[in-house]
């Protein structure tokens, strides 16, 4: 699977998985596992502190334009998901 991630909050979830023992990769399988396990999110999303909501949507928007995503139609993204879900269930 590849996550596409600015450089700094990778950077700072790396150094938390460390002190907490374990590698990013390995933080990011307990996640995972932990979502399929609960069937939703294991934690309830919350706005980043001291950010409004319309700079956190200037910000993903900026990190959808280096992405190269920023244009992408309600049908790709679904098709994207699709593919994500055939792959997980090894039909890749």
């Known amino acids: ?7 700094r ?3 700072e979830a ?7 023992g ?4 390995t933080a ?5 596992r932990q979502m399929i396990s609960e069937r ?4 309830q999303p919350k706005l980043i502190k001291g950010l409004s909501l319309k700079e956190t949507l200037q910000d993903a928007h900026a990190e959808a334009i280096i992405n190269g995503t920023s244009e992408m139609t309600i049908s790709e993204i679904n098709e994207i998901i699709a593919d994500c879900r055939r792959e997980m269930r090894g039909e890749k």
């Open 1 to 7: 699977m590849n996550i596409k991630i600015d450089r």
């Open 9 to 11: 909050v990778k950077a």
């Open 14 to 20: 790396d150094t938390v998985a460390n002190s907490m």
């Open 22 to 25: 374990m590698t990013l990769s």
């Open 28 to 32: 990011i399988n307990v996640f995972v």
């Open 40 to 43: 939703a999110m294991p934690f």
